[in-house]
């Protein structure tokens, strides 16, 4: 069966640090891959997704930009963080057309 | 106008009733509809998946499409207080993206 981890599971960090999310995946390969936030009370946001290797397309963020290095890793990247980049993050993979799974999540607190 | 609307709630309900989740949506492409399940502070759950209009039932849950009207619900039955929790509804196309409401917080009291 097919598993999809996150870490860390919580962060807290200052205004302009930096940022390194990670999400594998097990069970697949090549997987269609996704970064999305959540904000609190608010629904999912769309941020990045990934066809493959090297392919990233970007949705929104001006600050924060992703990777996959690997076929089952997608990483989340910020160079400096705002205050609105907290948030709860999500990574999840494409089994079909009509199905998605979502890994545990990040919930990240920039102060 | 958002893709996908759907009412945020929050709904409460006493244990036993049941409970109709709703949402519309405006892009015609879509053909393939979700329902996931949120507990506070985890990852979305996926509930039930569905292609036609139509009826699909999975124990006390049944999803509904109406292309037609470009509405889908989720209905539970004999709902439960461990139903709790926030549900999104998501849908797409032939396309790599999915579109997701804003969830709906439900609590059902015991």
Redesign the interface.
Known sequence: SQTIHQWPATLVQPVGSPLSLECTVEGTSNPNLYWYRQAAGRGLQLLFYSVGIGQISSEVPQNLSASRPQDRQFILSSKKLLLSDSGFYLCAWKRSVNEQYFGPGTRLTVT | QKEVE?DPGPLSVPEGAIVSLNCTYSNSAF????W?RQYS??????LM???SSGNKEDGRFTAQVDKSSKYISLFIRDSQPSDSATY?C?M???F???Y????TKLNVKP
């Not at chain 2, 053909?31 to 979700?34: A, K």
């Not at chain 2, 997701?100 to 969830?103: E, M, R, V």
């Open positions: 759907q053909q393939y509809f979700m996931y502070r985890k990852g979305p759950e996926l998946y569905t292609y999104l998501a797409s196309g032939n790599n993206k999915f997701f409401g804003s969830g």
